[in-house]
Protein backbone atom coordinates (compact mmCIF):
# COMPACT_ATOMS: atom_id res chain seq x y z
CA UNK A 1 0.00 0.00 0.00
CA UNK A 2 0.87 3.36 -0.98
CA UNK A 3 1.66 6.08 1.73
CA UNK A 4 -1.57 7.80 2.32
CA UNK A 5 -0.67 11.37 2.68
CA UNK A 6 -1.26 14.42 1.33
CA UNK A 7 1.50 17.60 1.32
CA UNK A 8 0.63 21.18 0.57
CA UNK A 9 2.69 24.47 0.51
CA UNK A 10 -0.21 27.20 0.64
CA UNK A 11 0.73 29.66 -2.04
CA UNK A 12 2.37 32.74 -1.04
CA UNK A 13 -0.99 35.48 -2.15
CA UNK A 14 -0.17 38.03 -4.18
CA UNK A 15 -2.72 40.02 -2.56
CA UNK A 16 -1.66 39.59 1.06
CA UNK A 17 1.94 40.19 0.91
CA UNK A 18 3.22 42.16 -1.67
CA UNK A 19 5.53 45.01 -0.54
CA UNK A 20 6.53 46.52 -3.54
CA UNK A 21 4.26 49.64 -2.99
CA UNK A 22 5.65 49.70 0.88
CA UNK A 23 9.34 49.14 -0.26
CA UNK A 24 9.28 51.74 -2.34
CA UNK A 25 7.59 54.58 0.15
CA UNK A 26 9.99 53.38 2.49
CA UNK A 27 13.36 53.68 0.16
CA UNK A 28 11.73 57.37 -0.35
CA UNK A 29 11.57 58.01 3.36
CA UNK A 30 14.70 56.65 4.06
CA UNK A 31 17.17 58.42 1.53
CA UNK A 32 15.31 61.67 2.97
CA UNK A 33 16.52 60.72 6.94
CA UNK A 34 20.22 59.75 5.07
CA UNK A 35 20.41 63.37 3.61
CA UNK A 36 18.82 65.00 6.78
CA UNK A 37 21.17 62.70 9.08
CA UNK A 38 24.43 63.32 7.04
CA UNK A 39 24.57 66.88 6.73
CA UNK A 40 23.62 67.70 10.45
CA UNK A 41 26.25 65.00 11.62
CA UNK A 42 29.26 66.75 9.72
CA UNK A 43 28.39 70.05 11.48
CA UNK A 44 28.31 68.04 14.65
CA UNK A 45 31.53 67.01 14.52
CA UNK A 46 32.61 70.16 13.98
CA UNK A 47 31.80 71.40 16.95
CA UNK A 48 32.03 68.60 19.16
CA UNK A 49 35.98 69.34 18.18
CA UNK A 50 35.78 72.94 18.74
CA UNK A 51 33.86 73.12 21.88
CA UNK A 52 35.69 70.11 23.49
CA UNK A 53 32.04 68.29 24.41
CA UNK A 54 32.51 64.76 24.95
CA UNK A 55 28.54 64.23 24.90
CA UNK A 56 28.44 66.00 21.23
CA UNK A 57 31.04 63.70 19.94
CA UNK A 58 29.37 60.87 21.24
CA UNK A 59 26.23 61.92 19.72
CA UNK A 60 28.15 62.53 16.08
CA UNK A 61 29.30 58.99 16.97
CA UNK A 62 25.77 57.52 17.38
CA UNK A 63 24.72 59.66 14.28
CA UNK A 64 27.30 58.15 12.25
CA UNK A 65 26.16 54.60 12.78
CA UNK A 66 22.68 55.69 12.14
CA UNK A 67 23.52 56.90 8.77
CA UNK A 68 24.75 53.63 8.40
CA UNK A 69 21.93 52.09 9.44
CA UNK A 70 19.56 53.50 7.29
CA UNK A 71 22.03 52.83 4.82
CA UNK A 72 22.33 49.23 5.42
CA UNK A 73 18.86 49.58 5.46
CA UNK A 74 18.40 50.49 1.99
CA UNK A 75 20.51 48.08 0.66
CA UNK A 76 18.52 45.33 2.63
CA UNK A 77 14.95 46.34 1.19
CA UNK A 78 16.81 46.18 -2.58
CA UNK A 79 18.48 42.70 -1.25
CA UNK A 80 14.92 41.45 0.22
CA UNK A 81 12.85 42.18 -2.82
CA UNK A 82 14.39 39.77 -5.05
CA UNK A 83 12.37 36.84 -6.36
CA UNK A 84 12.96 33.13 -5.03
CA UNK A 85 15.23 31.33 -7.73
CA UNK A 86 17.01 28.27 -7.56
CA UNK A 87 18.59 27.17 -4.29
CA UNK A 88 17.03 30.90 -2.53
CA UNK A 89 13.57 29.30 -2.35
CA UNK A 90 12.89 31.99 0.27
CA UNK A 91 14.74 34.77 -2.37
CA UNK A 92 17.05 37.32 0.56
CA UNK A 93 13.96 37.84 3.28
CA UNK A 94 16.28 36.86 5.73
CA UNK A 95 18.65 39.47 5.04
CA UNK A 96 16.60 41.68 6.81
CA UNK A 97 17.51 39.73 10.24
CA UNK A 98 21.29 39.87 9.28
CA UNK A 99 20.52 43.92 8.68
CA UNK A 100 18.79 44.33 12.48
CA UNK A 101 21.86 41.92 14.09
CA UNK A 102 24.87 44.15 12.47
CA UNK A 103 22.65 47.51 13.65
CA UNK A 104 22.27 45.97 17.08
CA UNK A 105 26.05 45.19 17.24
CA UNK A 106 27.01 48.37 15.86
CA UNK A 107 24.92 49.94 18.34
CA UNK A 108 27.04 47.55 21.51
CA UNK A 109 29.97 48.83 20.02
CA UNK A 110 29.66 52.31 20.13
CA UNK A 111 28.37 52.50 23.21
CA UNK A 112 31.55 51.02 23.98
CA UNK A 113 33.49 53.18 22.73
CA UNK A 114 31.97 56.14 24.04
CA UNK A 115 31.94 54.18 27.92
CA UNK A 116 35.73 53.69 27.54
CA UNK A 117 36.30 57.86 26.81
CA UNK A 118 33.39 58.90 29.27
CA UNK A 119 35.59 56.77 32.15
CA UNK A 120 38.50 58.41 31.09
CA UNK A 121 36.81 62.19 31.52
CA UNK A 122 35.56 60.99 34.64
CA UNK A 123 39.21 61.26 35.99
CA UNK A 124 40.55 64.18 33.86
CA UNK A 125 37.29 66.38 32.83
CA UNK A 126 38.05 68.74 30.22
CA UNK A 127 37.06 72.04 29.72
CA UNK A 128 33.45 72.22 28.12
CA UNK A 129 31.74 75.07 26.26
CA UNK A 130 28.42 74.87 26.94
CA UNK A 131 26.78 77.53 24.63
CA UNK A 132 27.16 75.95 21.62
CA UNK A 133 26.95 72.49 23.28
CA UNK A 134 23.41 73.74 23.70
CA UNK A 135 22.57 74.71 20.17
CA UNK A 136 23.78 72.04 18.57
CA UNK A 137 21.97 69.85 20.76
CA UNK A 138 18.56 71.67 20.27
CA UNK A 139 19.00 71.70 17.02
CA UNK A 140 19.97 68.14 16.77
CA UNK A 141 16.24 67.33 19.04
CA UNK A 142 14.88 69.12 15.91
CA UNK A 143 16.77 67.34 13.41
CA UNK A 144 15.81 63.34 15.20
CA UNK A 145 12.31 64.11 15.74
CA UNK A 146 11.90 64.88 12.07
CA UNK A 147 13.54 62.00 10.93
CA UNK A 148 12.42 59.74 13.53
CA UNK A 149 8.48 60.42 12.07
CA UNK A 150 9.95 60.07 9.31
CA UNK A 151 11.22 56.40 9.44
CA UNK A 152 8.06 55.45 11.97
CA UNK A 153 6.12 56.37 8.61
CA UNK A 154 7.96 52.84 7.00
CA UNK A 155 6.94 49.53 7.33
CA UNK A 156 8.37 49.09 11.25
CA UNK A 157 7.10 45.36 11.69
CA UNK A 158 10.72 44.87 9.46
CA UNK A 159 13.46 44.25 12.05
CA UNK A 160 15.75 46.25 9.40
CA UNK A 161 13.43 49.52 9.46
CA UNK A 162 13.12 48.59 13.45
CA UNK A 163 16.91 48.39 13.64
CA UNK A 164 17.36 52.01 11.96
CA UNK A 165 14.33 53.23 14.29
CA UNK A 166 16.04 52.08 17.61
CA UNK A 167 19.12 53.97 16.44
CA UNK A 168 17.52 57.13 15.45
CA UNK A 169 15.59 57.31 18.75
CA UNK A 170 18.19 56.68 21.38
CA UNK A 171 20.05 59.29 19.40
CA UNK A 172 17.55 61.78 20.41
CA UNK A 173 17.29 60.78 23.99
CA UNK A 174 21.18 61.40 23.55
CA UNK A 175 20.70 64.98 22.50
CA UNK A 176 17.95 65.52 25.34
CA UNK A 177 20.45 64.54 27.80
CA UNK A 178 22.97 66.67 25.90
CA UNK A 179 20.62 69.56 26.19
CA UNK A 180 20.14 69.06 29.88
CA UNK A 181 24.29 68.78 30.58
CA UNK A 182 25.36 71.99 28.71
CA UNK A 183 22.47 73.83 30.69
CA UNK A 184 23.96 72.86 34.06
CA UNK A 185 27.60 73.54 32.76
CA UNK A 186 26.39 77.04 31.85
CA UNK A 187 25.04 77.70 35.38
CA UNK A 188 27.14 75.74 37.52
CA UNK A 189 30.27 75.13 35.59
CA UNK A 190 30.17 71.28 36.56
CA UNK A 191 31.53 69.65 33.22
CA UNK A 192 31.41 66.03 34.45
CA UNK A 193 27.24 66.81 33.77
CA UNK A 194 28.93 65.67 29.86
CA UNK A 195 30.78 62.82 31.34
CA UNK A 196 27.38 61.75 32.44
CA UNK A 197 25.19 62.46 30.09
CA UNK A 198 27.40 60.19 28.05
CA UNK A 199 26.82 57.50 30.05
CA UNK A 200 23.31 57.50 30.05
CA UNK A 201 23.17 57.96 26.38
CA UNK A 202 25.42 54.34 26.45
CA UNK A 203 22.63 52.56 28.66
CA UNK A 204 19.89 53.35 26.16
CA UNK A 205 22.08 52.02 23.64
CA UNK A 206 22.79 48.84 24.99
CA UNK A 207 19.03 48.79 25.97
CA UNK A 208 18.05 49.32 22.05
CA UNK A 209 20.77 46.81 20.91
CA UNK A 210 19.28 44.18 23.54
CA UNK A 211 15.97 44.18 22.61
CA UNK A 212 16.97 44.20 18.79
CA UNK A 213 19.58 41.40 19.31
CA UNK A 214 17.04 39.18 21.39
CA UNK A 215 14.23 39.14 18.53
CA UNK A 216 17.13 38.73 15.59
CA UNK A 217 18.10 35.58 17.81
CA UNK A 218 14.55 34.00 18.01
CA UNK A 219 14.96 34.28 14.32
CA UNK A 220 18.04 33.09 13.90
CA UNK A 221 16.64 29.89 16.27
CA UNK A 222 13.87 29.67 14.51
CA UNK A 223 11.85 29.79 17.65
CA UNK A 224 8.00 30.59 17.41
CA UNK A 225 6.74 33.95 16.52
CA UNK A 226 5.90 36.03 19.68
CA UNK A 227 1.79 35.42 19.85
CA UNK A 228 1.73 32.11 18.41
CA UNK A 229 1.44 29.64 21.00
CA UNK A 230 2.01 25.84 19.94
CA UNK A 231 -0.49 24.43 22.13
CA UNK A 232 -3.05 26.58 21.17
CA UNK A 233 -2.56 26.01 17.51
CA UNK A 234 -2.35 22.25 18.24
CA UNK A 235 -6.47 22.38 20.15
CA UNK A 236 -7.45 24.19 16.91
CA UNK A 237 -6.61 21.53 14.71
CA UNK A 238 -7.96 18.86 16.97
CA UNK A 239 -11.40 21.14 17.20
CA UNK A 240 -11.76 20.39 13.68
CA UNK A 241 -14.22 17.06 12.50
CA UNK A 242 -12.01 13.39 11.68
CA UNK A 243 -8.49 14.73 13.26
CA UNK A 244 -7.21 13.10 16.12
CA UNK A 245 -3.81 13.81 16.97
CA UNK A 246 -1.34 16.15 15.36
CA UNK A 247 2.69 15.94 15.94
CA UNK A 248 5.63 17.40 14.27
CA UNK A 249 4.19 21.04 14.74
CA UNK A 250 7.21 23.27 13.83
CA UNK A 251 6.47 27.06 13.17
CA UNK A 252 8.91 29.54 12.79
CA UNK A 253 10.12 32.83 11.12
CA UNK A 254 11.88 33.17 7.48
CA UNK A 255 11.71 36.43 8.29
CA UNK A 256 10.27 39.32 10.51
CA UNK A 257 7.11 39.55 8.99
CA UNK A 258 6.66 36.00 7.16
CA UNK A 259 5.47 33.50 9.69
CA UNK A 260 5.84 29.89 8.64
CA UNK A 261 4.33 26.77 9.97
CA UNK A 262 4.58 22.57 9.15
CA UNK A 263 2.86 20.06 10.89
CA UNK A 264 1.44 15.81 10.64
CA UNK A 265 -2.13 15.50 10.91
CA UNK A 266 -3.49 12.14 11.81
CA UNK A 267 -6.98 11.94 10.64
CA UNK A 268 -9.63 8.69 10.41
CA UNK A 269 -9.08 6.16 7.40
CA UNK A 270 -12.41 7.25 5.65
CA UNK A 271 -11.18 10.66 5.12
CA UNK A 272 -8.57 8.81 2.30
CA UNK A 273 -11.53 7.24 0.94
CA UNK A 274 -14.33 10.10 0.58
CA UNK A 275 -12.48 12.58 -0.77
CA UNK A 276 -12.43 14.40 2.50
CA UNK A 277 -8.86 15.30 2.60
CA UNK A 278 -9.70 19.04 0.05
CA UNK A 279 -12.35 20.20 2.50
CA UNK A 280 -9.79 19.33 5.70
CA UNK A 281 -7.09 21.12 4.12
CA UNK A 282 -9.03 23.96 3.39
CA UNK A 283 -10.44 24.16 7.09
CA UNK A 284 -6.86 23.87 8.24
CA UNK A 285 -5.11 26.89 6.40
CA UNK A 286 -8.39 28.93 7.05
CA UNK A 287 -7.38 27.75 10.53
CA UNK A 288 -3.76 29.52 10.32
CA UNK A 289 -4.25 31.85 8.45
CA UNK A 290 -7.55 33.27 10.25
CA UNK A 291 -6.36 32.39 14.03
CA UNK A 292 -2.61 33.10 13.64
CA UNK A 293 -1.76 35.00 10.29
CA UNK A 294 0.33 32.25 9.08
CA UNK A 295 0.33 32.30 5.37
CA UNK A 296 2.72 29.70 4.87
CA UNK A 297 1.91 26.80 5.48
CA UNK A 298 2.64 22.67 4.99
CA UNK A 299 0.67 20.06 5.67
CA UNK A 300 1.13 15.96 5.81
CA UNK A 301 -2.02 14.17 6.47
CA UNK A 302 -1.59 10.26 7.57
CA UNK A 303 -4.38 7.62 8.45
CA UNK A 304 -3.72 6.56 12.48
CA UNK A 305 -1.42 3.33 11.65
CA UNK A 306 0.83 5.14 9.54
CA UNK A 307 3.18 6.57 13.21
CA UNK A 308 5.28 3.21 12.89
CA UNK A 309 6.18 4.09 9.61
CA UNK A 310 7.37 7.31 10.07
CA UNK A 311 11.25 7.85 10.13
CA UNK A 312 11.40 10.12 13.23
CA UNK A 313 8.47 11.27 14.93
CA UNK A 314 8.07 14.46 17.18
CA UNK A 315 5.93 15.76 19.58
Not at 90 to 102: D, P, Q, Y
Request: proline fraction near 4%.
Amino acid sequence: MTKPSVSHRRKHSHEAHDHSISADADRTTLWVALIVLSVFMVAEVIVSLLTGSLALLSDAGHMLSDVGAIGLALWTIRLAARPAQGAWTWGLKRVETISAAVNGITLLIVAGVIAVEAVRRLFEPPEVDGGPVLIVALVGVVVNIVVAWLVARANRSSLNIEGAYQHILTDLYGFLGTIVAALIIMVTGWTLADVIASLLVCALMVHAAWNLLRAVGRILLEAAPEGIDLEEVTTHFLELPHVQRVHDLHVWSVASDLPALSAHIVVDDECFTDGHIPELLGQVQHCVAGHFDVEHSTFQFEPPHHGSKELSVHP
